[in-house]
């Protein structure tokens, strides 16, 4: 029987070899049968080379700690019966064990935040049917799929569930709620997508990671009602904002917790924003298409900021000018006379008060801290006047 399974998988891994089979790259370093990669100081491990039957794979590799596990690493290893995953890993990428028909007994780390799509699809721990409880499959603490053909209306997840991965309910067509008790950290990507009548969605207060366009498609999602000034929010969790919906300036809801990944991403437009002191969590890639974002009001500390977990994609944030200890209504940087837009009275407003011809008010005052560094200055009047004309 496994013989036929690790046939069946090694064809139906031929359809993802040419789009996800890594290929090496130039700059790729080996350490044993292990070829990596390093981002920001960290390893990805992009392919196994080995033949071993039993695989530990190392922390650390060429002296950096590994956190990912990359697309399709060790997709058809067929020889494979067990793998355990070091501490530390924090991210299984789509179909990183795709194919490993014999692959039987998995080990997983207490440090998984994210787990891709058909990670260990057509593996044997997965084809054997034992292993799936009530349409469930599960990995320890780990929810790595949902069969459709065996969801009810109602599905409340296994107490102590850690993380559901990218795709685990996707088209599950009848389920019409979900609730998920405390604990749970990690939502990927698509995870509930397609889920037409899926209109009650619990979530604990744990969740620290949401994939983009998980409820995309949800009864939830559809539901006008459920969209606040442009925004989706489930419970304390920012799902998406829509930017053709939202000004220049917009206010994430007091309270929020996490921003789902993605979530600004039509937000070309956006040139300011404010966020309370309990945002903990920003998902990847949340502000990557925000080009005009310019300022951030943050209602925390500096020493609050550096608490926050910023995950990648982010850059355009962390660029942005942070003004903290901010609460609505904000007075936004550089609008001298409070009009909400940003031209040329505002420019010549601060030039005056630069130059001794008239006395700021205590909001002008505020407005005209460009730089975010609590000193009005000709820096300020000057990062102003560039921001008016577009530079």
Not at 5 to 17: D, E, Q, T
Not at 188 to 202: D, N, P, Q, R, T
Not at 338 to 354: C, P, Q
Request: charged share 20%; net charge negative; glycine share 10%.
């Amino acid at each position: 029987m496994k013989t036929l399974l690790k046939w069946c998988a090694v064809i139906g891994a031929m359809a993802l070899l040419f789009g996800a089979w890594p290929i090496t790259a130039a700059g790729a370093e080996q350490s044993g049968d292990f070829e990596y990669e390093i981002d920001d100081g960290k390893a990805i491990i992009t392919r196994y080379l080995g033949s071993d039957t039993v695989v530990d794979i190392p922390a650390t590799v060429g002296g950096y700690p590994v956190t990912v596990i990359g697309n399709a690493a060790f997709i058809a290893c067929t020889e494979m019966t067990a793998v355990t995953i070091p501490d530390g890993v924090t991210t299984l990428e789509n179909a990183a064990f795709y194919g490993c028909s014999m692959l039987d007994e998995i080990h997983l780390p207490d440090s998984l935040i994210w787990i891709g799509s058909e990670v260990f699809d057509y593996t044997y721990y997965y084809d054997n049917p034992y292993n799936w409880e009530e349409g469930l499959l599960y990995i320890g603490k780990y929810l790595i799929k949902a069969n459709s053909r065996e969801i009810s209306t109602s599905c409340q997840l296994k107490p102590g569930t850690r993380v559901i991965a990218a795709g685990a309910f996707e088209l599950c067509d009848d389920m019409q709620s979900v609730i998920v008790s405390e604990g749970l950290i990690g939502i990927g990507e698509s995870a509930f997508k397609g889920c037409e009548c899926l209109a009650l969605v619990i979530l604990p207060g744990s969740v620290t990671a949401i994939g983009g366009g998980a409820f995309e498609g949800t009864a939830y999602y559809e539901y006008p009602g459920n969209w606040e000034d442009g925004a989706l929010y489930i419970g304390p969790y920012l799902i998406e904002v829509k930017g053709e919906e939202i000004p220049a300036h917009y206010n994430v809801r007091p309270g929020t917790k996490t921003i789902a990944e993605g979530a600004f991403i039509s937000c070309g437009e956006m040139r300011s924003l404010l966020f309370p002191a309990s945002v903990t969590n920003i998902s990847p890639w949340v502000f990557q298409r925000c080009r005009a974002l310019r300022h951030v009001y943050y209602g925390g500390t500096k020493e609050d900021r550096e608490q926050l977990a910023i995950d990648i994609g982010n850059d355009r944030l962390s660029a942005a000018v942070w003004h903290y200890g901010a609460t609505a209504p904000v007075i936004m940087a550089g609008d001298m006379d409070e009009s909400g837009v940003l031209n040329m009275d505002d420019a010549f407003t601060l030039y005056r008060a630069m130059s001794g011809q008239i006395t700021l008010t205590e909001a002008q005052t505020r407005a005209a801290d460009m730089n975010g560094d609590e000193i009005v200055n000709m820096a300020d009047a000057f990062a102003l006047y560039r921001e008016v004309a577009g530079q």
